[in-house]
């Protein structure tokens, strides 16, 4: 492949995988979860571009990739537990 060819094929991926893919799939996960629950998600990506980095582009992997790995990870559990508490009742005041 050519210089350009290779230029083409990456801003092709960039257009149609990174962006287009995952607008669709940001959606259709909008329609199965709560808001609150799949924003938690879209911090995934970054897991996993690090790993791809790592498989494919032979990157190195640092302790700090592997414990903000673990933060994200953690995040998102935690996020996702059921709640025990049960919410306040606030009494309804009006504006005036």
């Known amino acids: 492949?050519?210089?350009?060819?290779?230029v083409?094929?990456?801003v092709l991926y960039l257009g149609?995988?990174?962006s287009l893919v995952t607008s669709f799939m940001s959606n259709y996960a909008?329609?199965?979860l709560e808001a609150a629950k799949m924003s938690v998600f879209s911090h995934v990506a970054t897991l996993?571009?690090?790993?791809?980095?790592?498989?494919?582009?032979h990157e190195s992997l640092g302790y700090y990739?592997?414990?903000?790995?673990i933060a994200i990870?953690?995040?998102?559990?935690?996020?996702?537990?059921?709640?025990?508490?049960?919410?306040k009742k606030r009494?309804?005041?009006s504006a005036s």
């Open 1 to 6: 492949m050519g210089g350009i060819a290779l």
């Open 8 to 10: 083409e094929l990456s």
């Open 16 to 18: 149609i995988l990174s």
């Open 30 to 32: 909008l329609s199965v």
């Open 48 to 57: 996993i571009t690090i790993v791809a980095g790592v498989l494919f582009l």
């Open 65 to 69: 990739h592997v414990i903000g790995g």
């Open 73 to 87: 990870l953690g995040g998102g559990i935690v996020t996702n537990l059921p709640s025990t508490r049960k919410a």
């Open 91 to 93: 009494p309804f005041r």
